[in-house]
Structures are given as C-alpha cells and as structure tokens.
C-alpha cells in the first residue's frame, strides 16, 4: 500500500473533520482517475478547495503515482503557492509541480463556485487536442458538451500570465479543451468534476473511433443539438456525480481503501 511504501504518516490529526473527509474524496478521485485510464504516471494534477478555508486548496505531491495518492498524502498550499501543510516524505522531498499550481490557482481564484478541479493528459483527450476540428458532437455523450472551450497552446504552463487567458476560455461551463495539449474538467464537488471527465474522456474515446473507419460521420439536427446539449445543464437534472460518487468509492474499497489512509 501506498502509505506503507513512502512511510506516510496520517494527517487526520492535524486537520479538521470536514477537510479530512476532502482529502478522502480527493484521493480516491486520484484512484479512479488511474483505474480508467485517465493517469500519466506523475503528472497531471487533480485539486479541491478546503471547507472553511477561503483560497486554501489540496493538490498532488509531485513524484507520487496515482495509484498511491492517499488522503494523508496531499499537499494544502494557498493561490501564492505557498504550502499550508504537508506530510513528511523523509528524503524524498516531495513538493508541488508549478505548472499544476498555476492551471490549478488559476481556476480556484477565478471560480468560487468550483469545488474540484481536474486536469489529464489521456491519449484520447491529448487526440481530440490535436484536431483542428476539436470534439464533435456526434453521439449523445459528447453532445453534452455542445459548447466546450478551447484554450490555444502556447507552451507548458509556467507563466502566471496565462492564468487570464486560461480563466476566460473556460468561462462558467465545465470542461475546457487545452489545444495540444490535453483536457481540463471542473465540478460544485469532486463527484462532479469526475463524472465530466469521465465522460468527456469517453466522448473523445468514440469519436476516434468512429473518424477511424473512414466513414462518412452521421450529422445531428442544430435543433436536436441544442435540445439535447441544454438535457444536460444545471437544472433540467440531478447534479452530476450525486449518485455515482457513493457507488464508486464503494467500488474502490472493494479493491484497494488504502485510499483512505
């Protein structure tokens, strides 16, 4: 188990209830990430803010893979960057990759309302990236995201000025295109941002399928577009993740709860 492996002593102590029970959401997100697919090794960055703490959030340990985050693991830093608390890696030293910070700060600071953010470099999404033609909405899932943003690439994110640029592309919806680069999803809880991703991932899955064949692609009205696309919004249906995220951490401690560690 992770824990045991980098001699990771528990945090529960040294925080509140409710960040604890954060911290466990946010890791078994870690988790899930990895048992679909969705990981690439240590990078990439999954965040959520911390309840009470206004502009406090928890992120990744850069050098950990997925598979071991555990919720004593993460790291809590502030939009500066600075670290609020971390455990003891011993040697390894372990702190916060930079490029995750300022995607990650970058969405926390601009989006109150935004609790998880998530941010992978799947093959499939990294595809779509690529494609001048970006996501289409060919099937019912990748309908839901009709009106998604694209941010252009402009190098590995490690200038702060590119946090605007970044903020105003994702606008208030939940899922933005990084052009050449790879996919960005947020949610109002972890449950949510997950459930985006899955199915944005997903989304782009088929239609590299599907452009495969070589085959003319079957079109949608702009009518039943919009109609389905608006199905999916905030208000016309329970919120996303509600009732995945139960049944999936319930599926994580089957196989591994030293998530929870």
């Not at 492996?5 to 604890?20: G, T, V």
């Not at 953010?117 to 009709?146: D, K, N, Y």
Request: proline share 4%; hydrophobic share 40%; net charge negative.
């Amino acid at each position: 188990m992770a824990d045991q492996a980098l001699k990771i002593s528990s945090m529960k102590d040294k925080c509140s209830p409710e960040e604890w029970q954060r911290r466990v959401d946010l890791a078994a997100c870690y988790r899930l990430v990895y048992m679909y697919g969705m990981s690439d090794m240590i990078a990439n960055h999954i965040s959520c803010n911390v309840p009470g703490e206004d502009g406090a959030f928890l992120i990744n340990a850069y050098g950990m893979m997925y598979e071991e985050i555990t919720a004593s693991s993460l790291i809590k830093v502030d939009l500066s960057g600075k670290i609020l608390s971390q455990p003891d890696f011993g040697s390894l030293n372990y702190g916060v990759n930079k490029a995750g910070y300022v995607i990650h700060s970058a969405i926390h600071e601009a989006r109150h309302d935004v609790a998880c953010v998530i941010h992978i470099h799947s093959w499939p999404t990294m595809a779509v990236s690529a494609l001048e033609c970006g996501l289409l909405p060919i099937t019912q899932t990748s309908m839901r995201f009709l009106k998604i943003g694209y941010h252009d690439y402009v190098g590995v994110v490690l200038n702060e000025s590119e946090k605007e640029s970044l903020v105003r592309d994702l606008g208030d919806s939940e899922a933005l295109i990084l052009r050449n680069h790879g996919a960005i999803t947020v949610g109002k809880s972890i449950g949510e941002a997950f459930n985006w991703m899955h199915r944005l991932e997903l989304a782009c899955r088929t239609q590299l399928a599907a452009m495969a064949c070589n085959t003319p692609l079957s079109k949608v009205s702009p009518e039943v577009l919009q109609d389905t696309w608006n199905n999916y919004q905030p208000g016309t249906r329970r919120p996303y993740g509600l009732m995945e995220w139960p049944a999936l951490l319930r599926k994580l401690d089957r196989i591994d709860p030293s998530y929870r560690d």
